[in-house]
T-cell receptor, first 110, second 113 residues
Framework: TQLLEQSPQFLSIQEGENLTVYCNSS?????LQWYRQEPGEGPVLLVT???GGEVKKLKRLTFQFGDARKDSSLHITAAQPGDTGLYLC??????????WGAGTKLIIKP | NAGVTQTPKFRILKIGQSMTLQCAQD?????MYWYRQDPGMGLKLIYY???????DKGEVPNGYNVSRSTTEDFPLRLELAAPSQTSVYFC????????????FGSGTQLSVL
């Protein structure tokens, strides 16, 4: 069974701080997606990374795909209360199935 | 565009009852999916469809059924509801081809008591 492990499971920080959350696996993925989910809503896609070593930036969010395409990280600079949510990663495996991590619950306190 | 619409938003069922969770998308997407989300767990795929008239089992299909008679609609049927089916259910769609972006509905929170 392929697993995508996300860490930490829960993170609560003050507004203005920086943070990094991780998505790790022993399996190789052809692509990896990051979603943000707010309470009572479905996940919304933030980014898709497809190339080993790829770095994508979305305003204050920086996404990196590991060189071996087994792991990814999300770094948020100067976190804001609007960044609060559940961050999910999902990797596309060799059978073209989407494997989901359990998520990191992020709370940014004003 | 409304995107992906799910109804109802909340539902409480008694053990053994049946119900249908509705999902409709207005984006003409070929691919549609049903997931369940349990606390502390990743999304689990129940069923999916690659087009009208075609459905296939996902990771956790037992206790559920689906149909896809039109491109727009993808209802999920629960027969003989069990407490283990208490969960939040999400429907999602994507165009297909090279686009991997999933569009999700806002979910149905189901409790089986």
């Amino acid at each position: 069974t392929q697993l995508l492990e996300q860490s930490p499971q829960f993170l609560s920080i003050q507004e203005g701080e920086n943070l990094t959350v991780y998505c790790n696996s022993s399996s190789v993925f052809s692509s990896l997606q990051w979603y943000r989910q707010e309470p009572g809503e479905g996940p919304v896609l933030l980014v898709t990374v497809v190339t080993g070593g790829e770095v994508k930036k979305l305003k204050r969010l920086t996404f990196q795909f590991g060189d071996a395409r087994k792991d990814s990280s999300l770094h948020i600079t100067a976190a804001q209360p609007g960044d609060t949510g559940l961050y999910l990663c999902a990797g596309r495996d060799s059978n073209y199935q989407l494997i989901w991590g359990a998520g990191t619950k992020l709370i940014i306190k004003p | 565009n409304a995107g992906v619409t799910q109804t109802p938003k909340f539902r409480i069922l008694k053990i053994g009852q049946s119900m249908t969770l509705q999902c409709a998308q207005d984006m003409n997407h070929n691919y549609m999916y049903w997931y369940r989300q349990d606390p502390g767990m990743g999304l689990k795929l129940i069923y999916y469809s690659v087009g009208a008239g075609i459905t296939d089992k996902g990771e956790v299909p037992n206790g559920y059924n689906v149909s896809r008679s039109t491109t727009e609609d993808f209802p999920l049927r629960l027969e003989l509801a069990a407490p283990s089916q208490t969960s939040v259910y999400f429907c999602a769609s994507r165009p297909g081809g090279s686009s991997e972006k999933l569009f999700f509905g806002s979910g149905t929170q189901l409790s089986v008591l």
